[in-house]
């Protein structure tokens, strides 16, 4: 039902997750991240509440992606039915698909990078994923939708997806991307790199906004001036 890449960008230290479910709102749901902390993508039969403590025991506990991930689960009595994928701000990563996994699944550990998916067409594409985001160029996000269209051209879920995200996170301690298709019948992945590539050249002025509105610019709108 849902295919993830969790990555990091060795130059700037961002750490992202792009994701796609054929069920709606994988956004909503699935993909977790921390400024300065790590990423978590819980997906399969989703606990949405292991993205927050695997968060919270690299945080306050200084655990590895390993240990956080074994401790989340060893407190989840239907881990069974989970897949997870963690990446911290070092890059390390950890994974995890349980005895009860949907369908064909599969999870790979690249370079700065982690990629799960399950109800899978082929296992090739989750290698595709990983190959792609670490021979791929640009800003993080671009390197996260290639990889996401790399899995589709490799066969993509065994069904149709209907959802897709893409979220980002670097100083701030909010999101700089968090955007979301919730359900599209008509290639989600592809709306959600339209919604990026209307985005990107706005990205850094949301942030100036935040932090000195006085240096932001103008976008034309109604009472922005």
Not at 51 to 79: K, M, N, S, V, Y
Request: charged share 15%.
């Amino acid at each position: 039902m849902t295919f993830s890449i969790v990555g990091r960008c060795q130059q700037t230290g961002q750490l992202g997750i792009a994701i796609s479910s054929s069920s709606i709102a994988v956004g909503a749901r699935c993909p977790w991240l921390r400024a300065g902390v790590g990423a978590v993508a819980t997906q399969n039969v989703t606990l949405p509440a292991l993205g927050a403590q695997i968060l919270d025991l690299l945080d306050t506990r200084q655990l590895g992606p390993e240990a956080a991930l074994d401790t989340a689960l060893g407190a989840d009595e239907w881990r069974a039915y989970r897949q997870v994928t963690v990446i911290d701000n070092q890059g390390r990563t950890a994974m995890f698909s349980g005895s009860e996994a949907l369908g064909l699944h599969n999870a790979v550990a690249g370079v700065q990078c982690v990629a799960a998916g399950n109800m899978l067409a082929t296992k090739q594409v989750i290698e595709a994923m990983v190959k792609t985001f670490e021979t791929s160029e640009g800003i993080l996000a671009d390197r996260l939708l290639a990889a996401m269209h790399a899995a589709m051209k490799a066969g993509g879920e065994a069904g149709p997806v209907h959802s897709a995200a893409l979220k980002i996170v670097d100083t701030p301690v909010w999101p700089i991307v968090d955007l979301r298709v919730d359900w599209a019948d008509p290639d989600p992945i592809g709306q959600l790199d339209a919604l990026w590539q209307a985005y990107r050249p706005q990205m850094k002025d949301y942030v100036t906004r935040a932090l000195n509105p006085t240096a932001a610019p103008s976008y034309g709108v109604p009472g922005d001036e």
